[in-house]
């Protein structure tokens, strides 16, 4: 899967001149929290988000008087609190190295850009959370079960052929790393076959059933 299918397309964007308090208005009615600022060509300049203009704003114990916080706050534009080196993403990167670089560098969401330098999307944590329910059939009802199996060609196979075999229908998949090299966890969402039943195909095949429940 790739981030242009993910992305959210037609992203609010901010100028450089624009007001902190102005881009606060904008996210609030938006209901955005990081706007991607751009120049009068459309190039993508930096990224603001709520938190920076919130740190540029006067504490709430401040002394200033309404007035004044409301000039300051208008003399403050984003490009003097934006984030100038933006890291982005192309519409055709892997959404798994999308999600990589946002946990490596500690953001919560990246620009999309187009091969003329625009914004043509951005993908947010938000969207990767939805993408992770759908992954993991979270919103689907069935069997949930987690196992350990051995990390060898050929065992997945052995698993879903059995599941198959007895009349169930495998919703999610998944595979995490296991308690050492020699196996893996594996986490399925098994539809049309009762609990037992799974149990009953699927523990002479695997290392050990870790959890298994309706959900």
């Keep these: ?41 459309g190039h993508l300049i930096g ?58 560098n500690k953001i919560g969401g990246l620009p999309v850009v187009g091969n003329d330098g625009g914004v043509v999307g951005i993908i947010t944590e938000t969207d990767l959370f939805k993408l992770f329910l759908e992954l993991l059939g979270a919103r689907e009802k069935g069997v ?21 075999a007895s009349g169930g229908n495998i919703m999610a998949l998944a595979t995490y790393l296991g308690t050492d090299s020699t196996n893996r966890e594996v986490m399925m969402k098994v539809a049309s076959i009762s609990k037992d039943d799974l149990l009953e195909t699927i523990k002479p095949l695997v290392v050990e059933i870790r959890d298994v429940r309706e959900a």
Excluded: C, F
């Excluded at 200033?64 to 916080?69: D, F, K, P």
């Excluded at 987690?146 to 059995?162: R, S």
């Design 1 to 41: 899967m790739l981030v242009k299918e993910r992305m959210s397309r037609q992203p609010i964007l901010a100028s450089p001149d624009l007001s902190i308090s102005e881009a606060l208005n904008l996210m609030k009615k938006e209901k955005v929290r990081r706007l991607p600022v751009v120049d009068k060509q």
């Design 47 to 104: 990224i603001v988000s709520d938190k920076d203009l919130l740190h540029a704003s006067p504490s709430p114990a401040t002394s200033l008087s309404v007035w004044e916080i409301t000039y300051l706050l208008g003399k403050i534009k984003v490009e003097d609190v934006m984030t100038r080196k933006v890291i982005t993403v192309t519409e055709d990167t892997p959404v798994e190295d999308a999600a990589r670089i946002m946990a490596d």
């Design 144 to 164: 949930r079960m987690t196992m350990l199996v051995h990390n060898q060609i050929g065992e997945l196979a052995k698993i879903t052929q059995a599941i198959t």
